[in-house]
């Protein structure tokens, strides 16, 4: 069966330009637990999936790149990274992603890039909370590095790439995303540590049991968003137990230290960011011993944890959530990535999965008003190129 959005990204590219390309594909993501971790310097489980974006690109010998995305009814951009106020006159742009990443390339190598013509197409639905933005920064550094004969290290093009969310977008977020997809294993989930970097593949072996990715539809924005507010938050929590205690980030505080915060707001995001941590820990103990029902007791706690104590769902989210767990054959769900809208995970028994659906759709239409979509993305491999 052909890839149609990579055929779509082929054609796309020869309409265009009127010659061919190096054909590139970076997936979006899943974290299995341990939202809001990563920038608090703690344990996440987050995993590539088959759902991504793709990429046609080649040199055109120019000193301008000639941007195009098959997502957007727009014209193709035209970019010259010496540009004034790149920042500003890119604000809210798909692009912003793209140049932000370009930039921080240049920046870290001290090499001016050549420039090059991309078609990108992505399979991600938008504002799903799957890492669409991470997984088109951490294709447009690999694609450079490729083309313009840069050593490709995935590490540092996912920092790169996060550095250009904070940076030129405007997102505070940490690492988890861009890491993910710069380096998942097919099959496989990464148990990283957002500090050191440091990482284990963890094999992901469900038997009769499968991940759904469950949309709520409800769009989120993290620019506009309360991410950036729940990070600070953190680091407000961080600066009090620090005031007791001689620890780097908030993941290293225990829940006898939150008891000197006196904001019970405060209190609360600590709170969460310390479970979550040892939930992920003991997720990956669940997993290897194949104790999937204690896993999917975790996915439940990690949910219940970021709608009390965190305060990043919603009734979108919890309806969803809710009904999945309804479900005879759901074992645990959970609302998934930044929050505020976006999707949800639920483990479901694999015998179940048409009923389940069917069930969930049909409780959250009823309540909300409009329809859930279902994914069951497989796990894959980081950012690469095709042949």
Known sequence: ?????????????????????????????????GDHIDYNGGWVLPAAI??????????????????????????????????????QKLKGHWAAYVVGSLLEIEKQTGKKLSGMNIVFNGDIPRGSGLSSSASLEVLTCYLACYLNQISIDKIAISCWAQASENQFVGVNCGIMDQFAVANGEEGKALLLNCQSLNYELIPINLGNKVLVVMNSCKPRQLVESKYNERRMESEEAL???????????????????????????????????????????????????????????????????????????????????????????CLGARIMGG????????????????????????????????????????LTDGVKELE
């Open 1 to 33: 069966m052909k890839n149609l959005p990579a055929v779509r990204t082929k054609e796309t590219f020869q309409q265009l330009f009127e010659s061919t390309g190096t054909m590139f594909f970076c997936p979006g993501r899943i974290n299995l637990i």
């Open 239 to 329: 600066k009090q137990i620090q005031s007791i205690r001689n620890i780097d980030k908030l993941t290293e505080a225990n829940l006898e230290d939150i008891q000197i915060i006196r904001d019970s707001l405060i209190r609360k995001r600590a709170h969460h960011v310390i479970t979550e941590n040892r939930r992920v820990i003991e997720s990956v103990e669940a997993l290897k011993k194949n104790n999937l029902i204690r896993f999917g007791q975790l996915l439940s706690e990690s949910h219940e944890s970021l709608r009390l104590n965190y305060e990043t769902s919603g009734e979108e989210m919890d309806q969803l959530v809710a009904a999945a767990k309804q479900n005879k054959d």
């Open 50 to 87: 088959s759902l991504g974006t793709y990429a046609m690109a080649s040199l055109n010998n120019k000193n301008t790149f000639s941007l195009y995305s098959c997502n957007f009814e727009q014209s193709a951009i035209q970019i010259d990274l010496s540009a004034p106020s790149l920042q």
């Open 339 to 378: 929050g505020f809208g976006g999707c949800a995970l639920a483990l479901v028994k694999k015998d179940g999965i048409d009923q389940f659906i069917q069930s969930v759709d049909k409780k959250y239409l009823s309540t909300i008003g409009y329809k859930a979509e279902f994914y069951l993305p497989l």
